[in-house]
Each structure stands twice: as structure tokens, then as C-alpha cells.
């Protein structure tokens, strides 16, 4: 810890606690987790190589896919390996920079992901109400510029962060009871306002998460509208079945995260920390290894 002025203190690292009030438990928290990363970078790298390989499967779908499983495998690896290094080896020393990098990769991961479940519902509304413009509307160079707005999105909106704490003071304990550097995690650990960070906060979750999901709303909301339309039960229920592994996915992701930004800001007093560490472990960690199954189970050419 460096000190300069008997007030400003800037921590040379970060201590990691882990789930707090579970510390005793923590080696077989980690067997679960581990099996679950694992099932996660089997199933999201199998289906990024056939995706790849298989030419039938060279459609925006299938291309919307591999986008969400390649981010949701660099979402659980810019965590899972730290916590595991955790739980089984007691390494929870970080440094300060890298606490900063693995915040600005976890939240920008997470707000690419976001974005690509939005494009999936675009994707849907198109290929379910304008049947016969799909090709034409769809094109790779459209998919490669949307897939390429959307990282841009995530990444250049989080770039704030890490500057943001980089200048706060902290004079209070460096322990984080948490497995990762999460932003809100970090910043309360400062002993200066945090408004800023809260505010700037709020706005990336209206940019990105309110977006995303009155986008995704209004899809569904399209979609059903046409559906109901249909004379043929047979086509409304093909149309609702190539929905389904996405709006499985949608509920996978948002409700954990929507949980985890809440109470932090809201009510954190009130949930136990060890469960919001829980939650917001399986937010990164549970849409990797579920949507795989999902898609692999609901997606017949799969």
C-alpha cells in the first residue's frame, strides 16, 4: 500500500475472499463450478467448430450462436480460473491493475453478450414476420457489421470504469469478499464519494440492459402478434419451437443479472453475501453452460 498524505492510500493489490461465511466449504463449492466450466468450454467450443465446419449451418442464426457462445466462453474464463485458483490453492492476492482488467473484460463481455441476445431476437422477429426477406435482409456483411457494433458497444462503454476507480482514493480495507473484481465490489471499498461511479453505473445498465431487453420485448411482442395470425396450427407451433432455446437463454441470463445489479445498489443489506457472491457467480457461469444443452437439445439441425 502506498501512503501520501496520511489520507490517500492506493492499493498495490486486492485481496480476493471468496464467497464470504463459506470459506470452510469453499473445496467442494468448487467441484460443481469446475464441472460446470468445463461442460461450458466443451459444449461452447463444439458448437463454435461446427458452426464453423458445417456448411448447413452457415445461416444469421447459426452465426448469432457462435457469437454468444465464443462470449459467453471469455466471460466464464475471465473468472472461473481465478476462483477455482481460490478455492483449491488460497491465491487471493490480485494486483490492482489486473483487479482493473478483469473488471473491464467481465462487464464488457457481459454487455456483448447482452447485445447478441437482442440481435437473436432481431433475427427471429425478421425470419418469423418477413419470411421471404430473411436472405435479403440478413446478409453476412449485415451480421458482421451488427455483431461488430455490438462489441464495440460493450467495450467502448466499460472503458469508463477502470479509470473511474483507478483515481478513487482507498484508505479503508483492500479485502474483497467476492471471487472477482466486480465494479461495485471494488468501489466500495473507497473512502471517497462513489456517486459518480453509481450514476455512470445506472447509465450503462439504461445503454445497454433496459435497451437490449424493451428491444427483445418488442420482438416477442411482434412475433406473438404474428403467430396468433397463422391459420395453421402446425406453423404457429414451428414458430413458437424456434423461439424457445432463445427465450430459455433470455431467462438464463437477465434474471441472475438483474439480481446481482439490484441488490447491490438497492439492497444489498438485506441478501446474505454469500448469496449474491453465489448468484453472481452462476450469472457468468450459468448461461455458458446451459445454453449449449439448450441449443443443442431445442435446435433439431444442431
Known amino acids: 500500500m502506498l501512503v501520501s498524505n496520511n489520507s490517500y492510500v492506493a492499493p498495490t493489490s486486492f485481496i480476493l475472499n471468496g464467497i464470504p461465511d463459506l470459506e470452510r466449504v469453499h473445496v467442494w463449492i468448487s467441484f460443481p463450478l469446475c464441472t460446470m466450466y468445463i461442460i461450458s468450454l466443451v459444449?461452447?467450443?463444439?458448437?463454435?467448430?461446427?458452426?464453423?465446419?458445417?456448411?448447413?449451418?452457415?445461416?444469421?442464426?447459426?452465426?448469432?450462436?457462435?457469437?454468444?457462445?465464443?462470449?459467453?466462453?471469455?466471460?466464464c474464463t475471465t473468472t472461473l480460473p481465478n476462483a477455482l485458483c481460490i478455492f483449491w490453492f488460497s491465491l487471493k492476492e490480485i494486483n490492482f491493475n489486473a483487479c482493473l482488467a478483469q473488471m473491464f473484460f467481465v462487464h464488457g463481455f457481459t454487455g456483448v453478450e447482452s447485445g447478441v441476445l437482442m440481435l437473436m431476437a432481431l433475427d427471429r422477429y425478421i425470419a418469423i414476420c418477413y419470411p421471404l426477406r430473411y436472405a435479403t435482409t440478413l446478409t453476412n456483411l449485415i451480421i458482421a457489421k451488427a455483431g461488430l457494433a455490438t462489441f464495440l458497444r460493450g467495450v467502448l462503454l466499460m472503458i469508463p470504469f477502470p479509470f473511474l476507480v483507478k483515481h478513487l482514493p482507498f484508505c479503508q480495507?483492500?479485502?474483497?469478499?467476492?471471487?472477482?473484481?466486480?465494479?461495485?465490489?471494488?468501489?466500495?471499498?473507497?473512502?471517497?464519494?462513489?456517486?459518480?461511479?453509481?450514476?455512470?453505473?445506472?447509465?450503462?445498465?439504461?445503454?445497454?440492459?433496459?435497451?437490449?431487453?424493451?428491444?427483445?420485448?418488442?420482438?416477442?411482442?411482434?412475433?406473438?402478434?404474428?403467430?396468433?395470425?397463422?391459420?395453421?396450427?402446425?406453423?404457429?407451433?414451428?414458430?413458437f419451437s424456434t423461439c424457445t432455446a432463445h427465450i430459455s437463454a433470455i431467462i438464463i441470463t437477465y434474471v441472475p443479472a438483474f439480481f446481482t445489479f439490484f441488490t447491490h445498489r438497492f439492497g444489498g443489506?438485506?441478501?446474505?453475501?454469500?448469496?449474491?457472491?453465489?448468484?453472481?457467480?452462476?450469472?457468468?457461469?450459468?448461461?455458458?453452460?446451459?445454453?449449449?444443452?439448450?441449443?443443442?437439445?431445442?435446435?433439431?439441425?444442431?
Open 269 to 302: 443489506h438485506k441478501i446474505p453475501p454469500s448469496l449474491h457472491v453465489i448468484v453472481a457467480n452462476l450469472y457468468l457461469l450459468l448461461p455458458p453452460t446451459v445454453n449449449p444443452i439448450v441449443y443443442g437439445v431445442k435446435t433439431k439441425q444442431i
Open 173 to 239: 480495507s483492500n479485502i474483497i469478499s467476492h471471487t472477482y473484481c466486480d465494479h461495485m465490489s471494488v468501489v466500495k471499498l473507497s473512502c471517497a464519494s462513489i456517486k459518480v461511479n453509481v450514476i455512470y453505473g445506472l447509465m450503462v445498465a439504461l445503454l445497454i440492459g433496459v435497451f437490449d431487453i424493451c428491444c427483445i420485448s418488442l420482438s416477442y411482442t411482434m412475433i406473438v402478434k404474428a403467430v396468433i395470425s397463422f391459420s395453421s396450427s402446425d406453423a404457429r407451433q414451428k414458430a
Open 43 to 75: 459444449g461452447n467450443l463444439g458448437l463454435v467448430y461446427l458452426i464453423y465446419y458445417e456448411e448447413s449451418l452457415h445461416h444469421p442464426m447459426y452465426f448469432f450462436l457462435a457469437m454468444i457462445s465464443l462470449t459467453d466462453l471469455l466471460t
